[in-house]
């Protein structure tokens, strides 16, 4: 039976068990990342008003590598936009909103702080209000290692704010933790704790770190991003951790897994880490760089000698099956259309199944891809017993589930953004995008919003009916996923991001 829009807006109410939205406070909103938010009278449609470029900066050393120059925007030309906000010349992170401010990375190609020159990597905090600048975290590029932040992507983690905390990973490969209300005087804020991954656990992280790291009880569970080297042959850290705990008050090393993935590694690891309550003990699930999804006690088990304890795994699912293992008994070559993938989009669960897809570097271009459907209560080697069903239709993913017990949707690589019946895992309908998709879907006030690669940020109805509501372009790429906060819908292109309000 078809429920109406107004049904499929209750459903999510219940589901989230809440009757209306709030600060969107990590990526996915809360442990869980599902991209569901329960706001509700958001925005159909906007405009966002003519763009012109602007000039190149008068010190050449603010200039970024091979990136265009900040675009102004005309905001009478707008419209539904609260406020808006110019970034760098490119944005991969994404938007979390709490306590009053909105934070969000980017690069320096718009410089804010005159004490802050050439690239960096930034992350901007505005005022939730009007969109002003109240502080940055501004980190200089790494240049001790090929293939590791040698693009002027700036800093692609999603920060994660609990109380009146800041933890994220920065484009140096760093846990840093910063106080959100800024610095007493100046721009730019310090550190109240750092970990340096590549330091501390000799850790080599392929093209870029860029983990949402989560923040539970006393702990930070982060992601390392540890990869292949510059040859793309080499593992060269293959006994490094792939995922670690720290402390959140001190950022001391607390645990690693033992799950030794980095043995097994394909490419990178940029999967970030979600946690979920199955029968009663708590889980955390993470996509590996092996194209395994795992899943471990979330709480450490302490060294009895006072060192490192070890996140102990409970399970493991194979999301890509031997005959993508394997052809005629030989290995098949990453990164082949027919072969492996890793998983970089981030686990979801929801009612004991854990929904995540696998994909690789868009770089790679399009191939075959798969949405697993796994029973997260199992113990050990799940890739047989813990499947309920595996979608073969898609192409390669980086985007992470907006999931309700009946539908699912998903986008892939390839710009097709999928209604899946949850049951089954068979699609409903496919609506094909311009151009490519590398962030998610939100699914919220029975709205699916979703952007691409052409800077095209489409709106439709999260129905079993395939129905476009609106469309519209942006001016510039968008890479990273809209948020809904406080009755407001955020969307960040390269350039510029916007609160779009009704």
């Keep these: 039976m078809r429920k109406s829009l107004l049904g499929c807006g209750l459903l999510l109410v219940g589901l989230l068990g809440v009757a209306r939205g709030g600060d969107w406070p990590q990526w996915g909103g809360r442990d869980a990342r599902n991209m569901v938010s329960p706001e509700q009278h958001l925005a159909d449609s906007f405009e966002p008003g003519r763009l012109t470029r602007m000039g190149p900066t008068t010190d050449p050393a603010d200039e970024p590598t091979g990136a265009e120059h900040p675009v102004a925007l005309d905001a009478a030309t707008s419209r539904n936009v609260k406020w808006s906000a110019t970034l760098g010349s490119q944005c991969y992170g994404n938007v979390v909103v709490a306590g009053g401010r909105v934070l969000l990375g980017t690069n320096n190609a718009h410089p804010r702080d005159p004490q802050v020159r050439g690239q960096h990597g930034v992350l901007l905090c505005l005022d939730e209000r009007t969109g002003k600048f109240m502080w940055q975290l501004a980190v200089p590029k790494y240049t001790d290692l090929k293939m590791f ?9 999603s920060p994660t704010v609990e109380g ?6 920065t484009n140096r490969a760093e846990v840093i933790c910063v106080d959100l209300a800024g610095p007493a005087a100046g721009q730019t804020v310090e550190p109240i704790w750092r970990f340096d991954m590549i330091a501390e656990l000799n850790v080599r992280p392929h093209d870029t770190a860029n983990c ?51 043995q097994r590694i394909l490419h990178g690891q940029w999967s970030s880490p979600s946690l979920g309550v199955v029968n009663g003990r708590e889980l955390l699930f993470f ?59 981030t686990p979801v669960l929801l009612s004991n199944r854990l929904y995540v897809a696998i994909g690789q570097d868009p770089m790679h271009g399009d191939g075959p891809g798969a949405l697993c459907c796994i029973d997260a ?24 589930v907006s999931a309700t017990d009946e539908l699912l949707f998903v986008a892939d690589l390839s710009g097709a953004v999928r209604c899946l019946d949850t049951a089954t895992g068979r699609a409903i309908w496919t609506h094909q995008m311009r151009g490519h998709v590398w962030g998610s879907t939100l699914l919220a006030d029975g709205k699916l919003y979703v952007g691409d690669e052409y800077g095209d940020f489409v709106v439709l109805a999260a129905g079993r009916d395939e129905k476009v ?3 519209t372009n942006l001016g510039s ?26």
């Design 164 to 169: 009146d905390k800041v933890y994220l990973v």
């Design 287 to 345: 996509g590996g760089g092996d194209g395994f999804c795992y899943a471990f006690d979330a709480t450490p088990q302490m060294s009895p000698t006072g060192g490192v304890g070890t996140l102990k795994k409970v399970w493991w699912f194979d999301c890509n099956g031997p005959e993508r293992r394997t052809k005629d008994g030989q290995p098949i070559k990453y990164p082949s259309r027919e072969g492996p993938s890793e998983i970089i989009a």
């Design 212 to 262: 949402s790291v989560l923040v539970h009880g006393g702990y930070v569970y982060v992601t390392t991003s540890n990869g292949v080297d510059d040859s793309h042959r080499t593992i060269e850290r293959p006994d490094a951790p792939s995922l670690i705990v720290l402390d959140k008050h001190t950022g001391q090393l607390v645990a690693v897994d033992d799950a030794h993935i980095g």
């Design 477 to 502: 790429a968008i890479y990273s996923t809209p948020v809904a906060a406080n009755g407001v819908l955020y969307v960040a292109s390269q350039t510029h991001l916007y609160a779009v309000v009704k």
């Design 149 to 157: 932040d040698t693009l002027d992507l700036g800093i692609c983690s």
């Design 469 to 471: 509501i609106s469309k």
């Design 377 to 400: 209560t199992g113990q050990g080697d799940i890739s047989q017993s813990g499947r309920i069903w595996i979608n073969t239709d898609m192409h390669r993913s980086l985007s992470t």
